[in-house]
């Protein structure tokens, strides 16, 4: 683990050679002994100074932007924020999609905020019920913000939220976690809500069970932009786990498509094409969905689920930790069906 940046080795060298050439100079001393103290303390800031910073921030077009994580685990480093999130700035404020995983993350999240307008979050709407979407809501909420989120959104979080913190404890760790309580809506909506904020309209529309239950898209018209939360999976496998339901994520999937958004924000990776998106997203639960039937149709069960091909996929992030679980969750799901 890296407990300094690089960048602070080029200040630190910078420095030094400033000393060399002070050092004949008696003059120089005291000031060449706090300036090795100051090089001192620099180097040795614990890491935990510098969490958060896997967020990048990324300007989508005027006054939209992309907050995007990276596309490995919930970390110590990361506060859990391995995800994409974004915000849109009005006249009278930001609107935040989706608030971090833990309360320190959504202070990350803020700070990055803060970095572009002098404006509060006051709003914060939730895609869905992973951790990521909603479990900073609690920082937000404590600085003025109204939390907005589909109703079935805010089924899975109560029915999730203690084994979402339980994981998160584990792998972001109590320091990490130290704050963050389950913080739930301050208002829900069932098929859609229209918000005009600030001069800005959004339309936030629930078509189904996808990732999670209450998995929403936010559709900003104007700009044709789309912040689709779990519903798109740019450069990272999705995840099809014990809570989502691949038949209708396709059909939500194609709800959003429908509209024909010039940019997709996904809730993973970069910003990018609806082309793009379906490649990486739509293309995969197709696959998957027919080779795990084909499987069944000859015969397979589920202790071979994972002979079932599917390296033309290797090229997206996680692939060997969920290309397996996929195959074996999709089937289960077909039991059902």
Not at 290 to 310: C, E, L, M, N, P
Request: proline share 3%; charged share 20%; with cysteine.
């Amino acid at each position: 683990m890296n407990i300094y940046r690089g960048e602070d080795f080029g200040v630190a060298e910078s420095i030094c050679r400033a000393l060399r050439d002070f050092s004949s100079h008696e003059t120089m001393k005291f000031m060449r002994y706090l300036i090795v103290l100051f090089i001192a303390a620099l180097l040795l800031k614990p890491p935990s100074l510098f969490a958060g910073e896997s967020l990048a921030l990324q300007k989508v077009v005027p006054d939209v932007y992309a907050i995007i994580g990276g596309l490995d685990n919930r970390t110590a480093e990361n506060l859990g924020n391995n995800a994409t999130f974004g915000f849109v700035v009005t006249s009278s404020g930001v609107i935040l999609i989706d608030s971090g995983a833990s309360w320190k993350g959504a202070e990350h999240i803020d700070s990055l905020v803060r970095s572009v307008t002098g404006k509060p979050v006051t709003h914060v709407i939730n895609t869905g019920g992973q951790d990521h979407r909603w479990l900073g809501n609690g920082y937000f909420k404590s600085h003025g913000a109204k939390i907005i989120a589909h109703e079935e959104a805010v089924k899975d979080q109560k029915f999730r939220a203690s084994d979402q913190l339980s994981m998160l404890q584990n792998l972001v760790g109590a320091e990490g976690m130290r704050g963050t309580e389950p913080v739930f809506a301050d208002e829900v909506f069932s098929n859609e809500l229209r918000l005009t904020i600030g001069g800005k309209t959004l339309l936030l529309q629930h078509h189904g069970w996808a990732h999670t239950p209450g998995d929403s898209f936010v559709w900003l018209p104007s700009e044709k932009i789309v912040f689709s939360g779990d519903i798109v999976y740019m450069e990272r496998l999705p995840g099809v786990q014990e809570h989502s339901r691949s038949k209708s994520w396709l059909e939500v999937f194609d709800a959003l498509a429908a509209l024909h958004p010039r940019i997709v924000i996904p809730g993973h990776g970069h910003p990018a094409s609806l082309e793009k998106a379906s490649y990486d997203t739509r293309r995969y639960l197709s696959f998957i969905r027919k080779a795990v039937s084909d499987y069944r149709a000859s015969g397979g069960d589920a202790t071979g689920i994972r002979s079932i091909d599917q390296t033309m996929f290797r090229y997206l992030g996680n692939y060997d930790a969920l290309s397996g679980r996929n195959a074996l969750q999709v089937y289960n799901e077909m039991e059902w069906e």
